[in-house]
């Protein structure tokens, strides 16, 4: 990546080519029937990209279902863009119900999108997306099908097919392990097909996207070079490890790992195991007067470890991510410090609940 390439020269393109093709594949589809869509900016920029193109800019209604930040950030997508939206609430610590989502897709109302996040990774939750999926199309046959998959892509299994999505999300920078630079959408050919002028936005409109690069398979805009090449790299180490079937075996052994350990250390998950991705886990904060999360966050920082503060409202909790280019060792690494952090607070082990 820290090579220079212009946007049109033949490496460039062939980059590109190679990029959406392997996406495809990982994704168990073919271009008979989806396009894979990179989009220049972070996963959001994709998501917004997705609800502009795919619903025609007078008269569409979108139903959002949501049980944490990232489902409300589709909510907050289509009040900026004017799209008016229902939103199905759950809450953050539990799965969304598909009983619930049956009744609310019962009513008068009809929507001609109904949205989803697969890994909610602001709690760790997996939706159950192909149960969800199957009961839009059987109550709704031509809503169009959307699903987040922004950090599930490519480790923790999604069936386009058999859970009927229209268009999926992710980004370079989650279980493919590329850096930051672009997103990507997956969607169906013959929606795509039927999107033109929708886009309230120039920049933000996949239907001018695809349509450019099956054409001359370079971007509209200048394209984030660095970043492609860099996700070319991403993609044969993926290969290297076995694909799917070796990069969700690692991830799920980090998180056996992490699990094991921070139950020794008497930490508690906020979520029930049958519910939890392997992605990322919320703990508790313990119940001890001398835990206070800035420093206990601060003093791992100090180790090079980086965790990420809690994302659920109204719970305290933290997260550690299990993704990336991480190792069981890096999660014992983790445990041996968080242990000595702890002990400096004079935190005593195993922490109270
Ligand atoms: C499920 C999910 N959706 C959306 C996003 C937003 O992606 P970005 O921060 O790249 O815009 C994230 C980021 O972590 C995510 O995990």
Same mark, same amino acid.
């Given at each position: 990546?820290?090579?220079?390439?212009?946007?049109?020269? &033949?490496?460039?393109?062939?980059?590109?080519?190679?990029?959406?093709?392997?996406?495809?594949?990982?994704?168990?589809?073919? $271009?008979?029937?989806?396009?894979?869509?990179?989009?220049?900016? @972070?996963?959001?920029?994709?998501?917004?990209?997705?609800?502009?193109?795919?619903?025609?800019?007078?008269?569409?209604?979108?139903?959002?279902?949501?049980?944490?930040?990232?489902?409300?950030?589709?909510?907050?997508?289509?009040?900026?863009?004017?799209?008016?939206?229902?939103?199905?609430?759950?809450?953050?610590?539990?799965?969304?119900?598909?009983?619930?989502?049956?009744?609310?897709?019962?009513?008068?109302?009809?929507?001609?999108?109904?949205?989803?996040?697969?890994?909610?990774?602001?709690?760790?939750?997996?939706?159950?997306?192909?149960?969800?999926?199957?009961?839009?199309?059987?109550?709704?046959? /031509?809503?169009?099908?959307?699903?987040?998959?922004?950090?599930?892509?490519?480790?923790?299994?999604?069936?386009?097919?058999?859970?009927?999505?229209?268009?999926?999300? @992710? @980004? =370079?920078?989650?279980?493919?392990?590329?850096?930051?630079?672009? =997103?990507?959408?997956?969607?169906? %050919?013959?929606?795509?097909?039927?999107?033109?002028?929708?886009?309230?936005?120039?920049?933000? /409109?996949? !239907?001018?996207?695809?349509?450019?690069?099956?054409?001359?398979?370079?971007?509209?805009? &200048?394209?984030?070079?660095?970043?492609?090449?860099?996700?070319?790299?991403?993609?044969?180490?993926?290969?290297?490890?076995?694909?799917? =079937?070796?990069? @969700?075996?690692?991830?799920?052994?980090?998180?056996?790992?992490?699990?094991?350990?921070?139950?020794?250390?008497?930490?508690?998950?906020?979520?029930?195991?049958?519910?939890?991705? !392997?992605?990322?886990?919320? !703990?508790? #904060?313990?119940?001890?007067?001398?835990?206070?999360?800035?420093?206990? #966050? %601060?003093?791992?920082?100090?180790?090079?470890?980086?965790? !990420?503060?809690?994302?659920?409202?109204?719970?305290?909790?933290?997260?550690?991510?299990?993704?990336?280019?991480?190792?069981?060792?890096?999660?014992?690494?983790?445990?041996?410090?968080?242990?000595?952090?702890? =002990?400096?607070? %004079?935190?005593?082990?195993?922490?109270? $609940?």
């Amino acid at each position: 990546m820290l090579r220079d390439v212009g946007s049109r020269d &033949t490496e460039f393109i062939a980059c590109i080519k190679f990029i959406r093709q392997k996406i495809l594949e990982i994704a168990g589809v073919t $271009n008979k029937k989806f396009s894979c869509i990179p989009m220049q900016g @972070s996963g959001t920029f994709a998501v917004d990209a997705s609800f502009q193109t795919v619903l025609p800019k007078e008269g569409a209604r979108a139903l959002v279902i949501e049980n944490g930040a990232y489902g409300k950030r589709m909510v907050k997508i289509c009040e900026a863009a004017g799209i008016a939206c229902d939103v199905q609430s759950f809450r953050e610590d539990r799965q969304v119900e598909p009983e619930v989502i049956d009744d609310a897709l019962s009513g008068r109302t009809h929507y001609d999108l109904v949205a989803v996040v697969h890994s909610e990774t602001s709690s760790g939750v997996i939706n159950p997306v192909t149960e969800v999926g199957n009961i839009v199309k059987s109550r709704s046959p /031509d809503s169009i099908f959307l699903v987040d998959a922004i950090s599930s892509f490519g480790a923790v299994p999604l069936d386009l097919e058999a859970s009927k999505i229209d268009v999926f999300i @992710s @980004s =370079a920078n989650k279980c493919l392990q590329g850096v930051p630079g672009f =997103a990507f959408v997956v969607a169906r %050919n013959e929606l795509i097909d039927k999107c033109k002028g929708n886009s309230r936005t120039l920049s933000l /409109d996949l !239907y001018d996207q695809v349509k450019q690069l099956d054409k001359t398979s370079q971007f509209r805009f &200048t394209p984030p070079t660095h970043s492609m090449l860099a996700f070319k790299q991403s993609l044969e180490e993926f290969e290297a490890e076995g694909g799917f =079937a070796g990069r @969700s075996k690692r991830y799920q052994e980090n998180r056996a790992v992490l699990r094991q350990g921070m139950r020794e250390l008497g930490f508690k998950e906020l979520l029930d195991e049958k519910i939890a991705g !392997y992605i990322i886990s919320s !703990y508790l #904060y313990p119940k001890d007067p001398n835990f206070d999360f800035m420093d206990f #966050y %601060n003093r791992l920082n100090e180790k090079d470890l980086v965790i !990420y503060p809690g994302k659920v409202l109204d719970i305290d909790c933290f997260r550690i991510g299990t993704i990336g280019d991480l190792h069981p060792e890096d999660m014992r690494i983790l445990l041996k410090a968080i242990r000595e952090v702890l =002990a400096d607070m %004079n935190i005593s082990v195993p922490v109270k $609940n």
